[in-house]
T-cell receptor, first 114, second 115 residues
Framework: DADVTQTPRNRITKTGKRIMLECSQT?????MYWYRQDPGLGLRLIYY???????NKGEISDGYSVSRQAQAKFSLSLESAIPNQTALYFC?????????????FGEGSRLTVL | AQKVTQAQTEISVVEKEDVTLDCVYE???????LFWYKQPPSGELVFLIR??????QNEISGRYSWNFQKSTSSFNFTITASQVVDSAVYFC????????????FGDGTTLTVKP
């Protein structure tokens, strides 16, 4: 099983609908992130959390909200989806220490907003 | 502010050619990490290598090698004798302490290796 699991993997929804993307991890990491990938734009950070009670906005947080329900779970919500939120979304985790600072990614959730 | 620039948007080579992917970074921190990630056509993101700012030693892993030069703020990635399976989007990323431990990504280089 994957260490970082995202659900759903693919979702098609309509403008104005609320949608939630869920992420769970078994790596025991405190730090979790949500990134968005658009063609040619790399990965942009939406929100991140360094602990269960810690939520921080990234560079493109408008139109999104998150919930850190537990150390292992970090959900991303689109309260009222719009077409320009069509993208590939990645959840990631990292170790808070310096031994392994790299990101461990989920398999991605492809969202299409019609 | 920190920034990562991958000037090469797309590169196309023929199998067995060597190819170098460029990465230039900007940060005011003296302590930072640099990374390369690979995204094959299947879409997942795979970590390839990390380097910290105190370790300028170049690294070779099989057909992959990395050249880190602080003097030019570059962390370039070379694939020797490229193979079709190397076709992917490659991302360079930077993480520094003053950016609250967040990683900044370049826009990626799409590498196509033709048979």
């Amino acid at each position: 099983d994957a260490d970082v699991t995202q659900t759903p993997r693919n979702r098609i929804t309509k403008t104005g609908k609320r949608i939630m993307l869920e992420c769970s991890q078994t790596k025991g990491h405190d730090r979790m992130y949500w990134y968005r990938q658009d063609p040619g734009l790399g990965l942009r950070l939406i929100y991140y959390s360094f602990d269960v009670k810690d939520i921080n906005k990234g560079e493109i947080s408008d139109g999104y909200s998150v919930s850190r329900q537990a150390q292992a779970k970090f959900s991303l919500s689109l309260e009222s989806a719009i077409p320009n939120q069509t993208a590939l979304y990645f959840c990631a985790t990292s170790d808070q220490g310096h031994s392994y600072p790299e990101l461990f990614f989920g398999e991605g959730s492809r969202l299409t907003v019609l | 502010a920190q920034k990562v620039t991958q000037a090469q948007t797309e590169i196309s080579v023929v199998e067995k050619e060597d190819v170098t992917l460029d990465c230039v970074y900007e940060t005011r921190d003296t302590t930072y990490y640099l990374f390369w990630y690979k995204q094959p056509p299947s879409g997942e993101l795979v970590f390839l290598i990390r380097r910290n700012s105190f370790d300028e030693q170049n690294e070779i892993s099989g057909r992959y090698s990395w050249n880190f030069q602080k003097s030019t703020s570059s962390f370039n990635f070379t694939i020797t004798a490229s193979q079709v399976v190397d076709s992917a989007v490659y991302f360079c990323a930077l993480r520094s302490n003053t950016n609250a431990g967040k990683s900044t990504f370049g826009d990626g280089t799409t590498l196509t290796v033709k048979p």
